[in-house]
Every structure is written in C-alpha cells, then in structure tokens.
Antibody, heavy 125, light 107 residues
Framework: QVQLVQSGAEVKKPGASVKVSCKTSGYTFSSYGISWLRQAPGQGLEWMGWISVYNGDTNYAQKFQGRVTMTTDTSTSTAYMELRSLRSDDTAVYYC??????????????????WGQGTLVTVSS | DIQMTQSPSSLSASVGDRVTITCRASQSISGYLNWFQQKQGKAPKLLIYAASSLQNGVPSRFSGSGSGTHLTLTISSLQPEDFAIYYCQQTYSTPITFGQGTRLEIK
C-alpha cells in the first residue's frame, strides 16, 4: 500500500532552518512528483510548492521563493523540504503529498491522493 | 492568487441529514476543484476531484457539482464519521489555494 512517512516534530529558534523528510513506499517513486503543504495551528491549508522526482524541477509558491528548497533522494524514495530563516509564523504542521505531475508542473493535474502524517514545526525563541 | 470562499464556515446537522457546502472562486476555475475532509490531528483525505469525480473508496453519499465560480459538495445522508472539517481546493492556476474550511458539527 502507498505510504508517505514524515520525520518527527521539530522545535527551532527564529532565524534557523528546518529540513523535513518524507519517505515513500508502495509505488514507483519517480512516477509521481511531491507537493509540500502546511497548516498553521487552527488555520487552513497552504501549498508551498512541488518537486519532480523524475528530473528535479521545482515550482515554488512565490511566497516561499528564496526561502524553501525541495529535493529528493531516489535511492531511498525520500523527499525533503528545507525552510530557512524561520519566523514564528512558520509554526505549522507541514505535509508532503503525492502529486501526479511528473516532469513538469501543471496545477490542473495536482490531485493529492496520498499524504504524509504531518510534521509539526514549532518556531519559538 | 485565486481566492476560495466556503460557506457556511460552520454547520450543525444531525445524522441522516442532507448537507451542502458551497465554494466560490474569485474567478472562473472551470471544474478544477477538489474536496477534502480533515479530522482532528489527521492529514486531509481526498473525497472528490475534478469537481464531481468520486475518489476510490469514498462512499457514494458524497458528491460534487458545479463549475466556474460556484461549486458544491453534498453529503446525502450524514453518518457519524462525517463530522469533520471540509476544504475545497482549486487547481486551476498556481499557486494552488484552499478555502478556509467548513466545520461540520453534530447537532
């Protein structure tokens, strides 16, 4: 069965960086991309961007451009999301989701059928 | 960015009721809309994609309709496990955006 298992909760100070992992199984890793989303406490969902496992292409939401880097490791079927220069309003649960976009990004094809369990990132001094 | 507005923000209903949640887009999104259900402490679950297609394994009491700027999710007969928060999501253009959510509570 398809599974996306994320790394554990993190506590970071303002200005630091965090790197969240998303280990996948149950499907061919390179046949899908990975999107990352987040949800602040008690708030709605926010899409951060997408990465192609096939060729490494990315499409980041403008809000996160320059602060986020998404990568993948095909040897371990794992995706990573690094967010830098953390602020208190980055406190959120971060999710990875399987994305059908493979080699290039077309938002109309983004149907998130499987999600990781979420990783709580707390930013506090 | 396309703004998605859901109504109502919260809704109280009873088991067996028929409920409808509306999602309005700030511009036409054709049928590029998905619906998710989220329970406390869990990741969202895909219910409906492309406005009206039922995701595999989702009960047929869930249905979606509409296109353009006005789309709806209907639950034909509420079950106890349906009490949750529901989100719409547009995938017409980047960045993908979500509605603010509709909290469905037991009356």
């Amino acid at each position: 069965q398809v599974q996306l298992v994320q790394s554990g909760a993190e506590v970071k100070k303002p200005g630091a960086s965090v790197k969240v992992s998303c280990k996948t199984s149950g499907y061919t890793f390179s046949s899908y991309g990975i999107s990352w989303l987040r949800q602040a406490p008690g708030q709605g969902l926010e899409w951060m961007g997408w990465i192609s496992v096939y060729n490494g292409d990315t499409n980041y939401a403008q809000k996160f451009q320059g602060r986020v880097t998404m990568t993948t490791d095909t040897s371990t079927s794992t995706a990573y999301m690094e967010l830098r220069s953390l602020r208190s309003d980055d406190t959120a649960v971060y999710y990875c989701a399987r994305d059908p976009n493979v080699g290039f990004y077309d938002s109309s094809a983004s149907i998130f059928d499987y999600w990781g369990q979420g990783t709580l990132v707390t930013v506090s001094s | 960015d396309i703004q998605m507005t859901q109504s109502p923000s919260s809704l109280s209903a009873s088991v067996g009721d028929r409920v409808t949640i509306t999602c309005r887009a700030s511009q036409s999104i054709s049928g590029y809309l998905n619906w998710f259900q989220q329970k406390q402490g869990k990741a969202p679950k895909l219910l409906i994609y492309a406005a009206s297609s039922l995701q595999n394994g989702v009960p047929s009491r869930f249905s979606g309709s509409g296109s353009g700027t006005h789309l709806t999710l209907t639950i034909s007969s509420l079950q106890p496990e349906d009490f949750a928060i529901y989100y719409c999501q547009q995938t017409y253009s980047t960045p993908i955006t979500f509605g603010q959510g509709t909290r469905l509570e037991i009356k």
